[in-house]
């Protein structure tokens, strides 16, 4: 009989300990506000769910934000003393995530910090409405100065885009103080005339990653839109320039990662000032944009 009950007690003892090895080779949940818990295996964790395949055998899915407390498997170790048990924290893994988000954005050029770029786009302009009515297409550049942060671009942009008038007009030369005794006949010239943009602006736009080095966007800008013989002589020695204000929205795609090639349409809008008529005008530019900041 007592030979049994050494059996029976030693059987209970083993259970006992498999039950105690088992409970420390699982995870385990500790929740906010509660005081409930999960045990089971953690089989994927991102910076917002936990999936754990729990000790019923279900596998389940956890938002990061409700729990308190992570105990992980291997985090076991031990020392002279016996078991110690770490564990870590959900500030600690939310950290982590963030470093490794800050990882991936960056692999994919688009750094939280430091995405600096510098770029520069040739193309061609057709003045729009009235506008067009009197000047023929044109041509120009444009240099922008962009910073990146997750999917939005914030830039600052000049450009200069040069206009012919579709016909000559005549031109009568300043013939100076009139010689009433030899008076002259006023010299009248027939040319076309040079009128030029300039927009200054600033603006943002929105990034949609289609793969990684194909991304098009979409957005608006606005500034000043120097407008009249900017750059030109000035006919009969008097500049016509004007400051307006104008707006521009635009759809482009980039391709690429620390160097991006670039292809943008836009649509122009100016105001109407007192030399001039409001008018618009479209562009279509290519360029290139260099990423200069850490990556």
């Known amino acids: 009989m007592k030979t049994y009950l050494f059996i029976l007690l030693c ?11 088992s409970e420390r080779n699982k995870d385990v949940l500790y929740f906010k506000g509660s005081s409930k818990t999960v045990k089971g295996i953690i089989l994927s964790r991102d910076s917002t769910h936990v999936k754990m395949e729990t000790e019923w055998g279900d596998i389940l899915s956890y938002q990061l934000k409700d729990i308190e407390q992570i105990v992980e498997r291997s985090t076991f170790s031990k020392d002279a003393k016996g078991d110690k048990q770490t564990q870590a924290s959900i500030g600690f ?4 995530n ?95 005339i040079l009128f030029q943009v300039v927009p200054i602006t600033v603006g943002a736009d929105y990034h949609y990653q289609l793969i990684d080095i194909l991304r098009p966007y979409a957005g608006v800008e606005a500034g000043i839109y120097m407008i009249g013989d900017v750059f030109t002589k000035p006919l ?26 670039m ?28 990423q200069i900041g850490k990556k």
């Not at 893994?93 to 982590?96: D, G, L, M």
């Not at 061609?124 to 997750?150: E, I, R, W």
């Not at 307006?244 to 391709?255: F, S, T």
């Not at 292809?263 to 944009?289: D, M």
């Open 236 to 261: 009969q020695g008097k500049s016509y320039v004007e400051n307006k204000m104008g707006y521009a929205a635009k759809v482009g795609i980039l391709l690429g990662n620390r160097t991006k090639f």
């Open 98 to 192: 963030k470093k490794k988000s800050m990882q991936a954005a960056q692999s994919n050029g688009y750094s939280i910090l430091g995405n600096l770029n510098i770029g520069w786009s040739l193309g061609g302009a057709l003045p729009m409405g009235s506008f067009g009515d009197f000047f023929a297409f044109g041509v120009g550049s444009s240099l922008t100065v962009k910073q990146f942060y997750n999917n939005f671009g914030f830039h600052l942009s000049a450009g200069a885009y040069s206009f012919a008038s579709k016909e000559a007009i005549s031109i009568v030369q300043d013939i100076g103080n009139i010689d009433f005794d030899n008076p002259q006949e006023p010299k009248v010239t027939t040319e076309k």
């Open 11 to 21: 059987l209970f003892a083993f259970a006992g300990a498999g039950r105690a090895q």
């Open 263 to 290: 292809i943008e349409g836009k649509y122009n809008r100016f105001a109407k000032g007192e030399l001039s008529e409001a008018g618009s005008f479209a562009t279509l530019n290519l360029g290139v944009l260099f």
């Open 93 to 96: 893994i939310e950290q982590e």
